[in-house]
């Protein structure tokens, strides 16, 4: 089926606020069509508006099945998908010691396993028509840790080990992937509906340190110097290169954790180049 004016059918996951809401605003805007999904719909009709080019869809991505139903009605309306971006997360911040494995384990099911859930539901559409793009909102938390953000942090470089691997198995079907690592950008991610901070298991040893590093992070939103609007724009137009690179640092606060972390890992490496080189069979 021919994409008419080259619109292509974008369906964004957490598309009620923050990002997800600026990425389905840019591609409507673009002429594309959008499907925009939440665990509320309405929340999500209200936050965009009415289009011709929009459907909006209850999904909540820790549900295989209403990733599948969403995935179905896209192409029953739209004809078939063509990009698929990642978006829906949440931040579980606090010293690993401190959070709970309940805790530990919402972060790591809504930000890795989520993704993967809607990814696998959109899958076979991709590969009959032999074309797609997947686009999974990572960090920069995805290539260095982060104190106070280790679950967080773990589910990012989850995302980074899944999609790398993902890459090469969905190549041959025409089906590309880009991992996103946007820096600080001035999103929904630090207000009170989408950061829990561990609170139910103080330990003493932590105490002054977790005072500090929940003051930054708090007083850190509404005040972050990325523009989701300028990064929205960013991926629609990446989005239609012939080849959309495999990964887009966002934000010059990310280009700098990138090459700090590049470094970090080149150093790491030659370090004990010897001892490391001297590991083989004696043949």
Known sequence: MKKENDSKVWLITGAGRGMGLD?????LAAGHKVVAT???????SKAIGNSKNLLVLK??????????SSIAKCTEHFGRLDVLVNNAANFYAGYFEEQTPEEIEKQITTSLMGPMNVTRAALPVMRKQRDGLIITISSSAGFAGVEFGSAYTASKFGIEGWMQSLQPEIKPFGINTMIVNPGFFRTELLTDDSTQYASSNPI???RERRIKQMEFWKGANGKQPGDPAKLAKALIQLASLP????RFVAGAD?????EHAASELKQQAGAFRELSSSLSFED
Do not use: F, T
């Open 243 to 246: 080849q959309p690179p495999l």
């Open 59 to 68: 999904l909540d991505i820790l549900k295989s099945e209403e990733a599948k």
């Open 254 to 258: 990310a280009v700098g954790s990138a």
């Open 204 to 206: 003493d040893d932590y």
């Open 38 to 44: 939440g665990r509320n719909p309405e929340k999500v």
């Open 23 to 27: 990425i389905a605003n840019a591609a």
